[in-house]
């Protein structure tokens, strides 16, 4: 088992920034691929980002390249997600998520274990 938390969220001004954080306990942390999704009202959960259990590779969403970064601390069990440049579309409830297998995933069935969410208002 695996147990997320996610923190960070909140309300920002559009072209600001914030910084998610996922505390992660349970199993092996440097062994998950760890993940970032969203979800916005009325909408369905999109992936947003996603770093390999080594750190050494990451992967993102074409509407968030450029402007946020995921990073791990594998010593803190914890990853992150830097969202700089946000904007209104942003809003949503930010998952944190782990996929024990290895590979990359970017769909939500890919992942077996979810936070319980975040939320990130961008306001004009």
């Known amino acids: 088992q695996v147990q997320l938390v996610e923190s960070g969220g909140g309300l920002v001004q559009a072209g600001g920034s914030l910084r998610l954080s996922c505390a992660a306990s349970g199993r092996t942390f440097s062994s998950l691929t760890m993940g970032w999704f969203r979800q916005a009202p009325g909408k369905e959960r999109e992936f947003v980002a996603a770093?390999?259990?080594?750190?050494?590779?990451?992967y993102y969403a074409n509407s968030v390249k450029g402007r946020f970064s995921i990073s791990r601390g594998n010593a803190k069990n914890t990853v992150l997600l830097q969202m700089n440049s946000l904007i209104l579309e942003d809003t949503a409830v930010y998952y944190c998520?782990?996929?024990?297998?290895?590979?990359?995933?970017?769909?939500?069935?890919?992942?077996?274990?979810w936070g319980q969410g975040t939320k990130v208002t961008v306001s004009s």
């Open positions: 770093i390999s259990w080594t750190g050494s590779n990451t």
């Open positions: 998520a782990a996929r024990t297998a290895r590979d990359y995933g970017h769909y939500t069935p890919d992942y077996d274990y």
